[in-house]
């Protein structure tokens, strides 16, 4: 009977961890289409701005065939490589972060879409 009662709340929290999971990606879906008018992520595809299919793990400034700016490959050289964390400052407010980038984009203000959009760029890395 334990045993039992143990295999429902393993699985239990399992489902609900999933679940949470996948809306967060979802949600991510609804914040990356400001994102889509400049990036796609499903396919390795560079627009006006560099394919971000992959960009988790990837250093800054890096992805072939797209012509950063300046600033942005300065950045990959001094060490930046995409993360949360570094997402989460990049996505907050991109031009402090990276002073000089070319990407014409305010930032996001609530830090449960950077979240959501970092969990959703996620499906689209290893
Ligand atoms: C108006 C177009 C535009 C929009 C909108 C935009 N970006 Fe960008 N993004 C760019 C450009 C251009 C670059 C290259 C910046 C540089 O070289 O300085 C870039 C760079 C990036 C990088 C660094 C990639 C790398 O290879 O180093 C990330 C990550 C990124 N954008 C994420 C996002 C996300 C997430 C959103 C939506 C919340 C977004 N961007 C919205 C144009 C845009």
């Not at 600033?71 to 930046?80: D, E, I, L, N």
Request: proline share 3%; aromatic share 8%; with cysteine.
């Amino acid at each position: 009977m334990r045993a039992i009662a143990l295999f429902a709340v393993v699985f239990l929290a399992t489902f609900i961890t999933n679940q949470s999971h996948a809306q967060d990606a979802a949600a991510g879906e609804k914040v990356f289409a400001k994102c889509k008018v400049c990036h796609v992520a499903d396919k390795d595809q560079n627009k006006l701005g560099p394919s971000l299919n992959g960009v988790i793990g990837r250093t800054a400034g890096t992805h072939p065939g797209f012509s950063y700016s300046q600033a942005m490959a300065a950045a990959g050289k001094s060490g930046v490589k995409w993360d949360e964390p570094t997402l989460k400052t990049y996505l907050h407010d991109p031009k402090a972060m990276v002073k000089g980038t070319k990407m014409a984009f305010a930032g996001l203000k609530q830090d449960e879409d950077i979240a959501n959009v970092i969990a959703y760029l996620k499906q689209f890395s290893k």
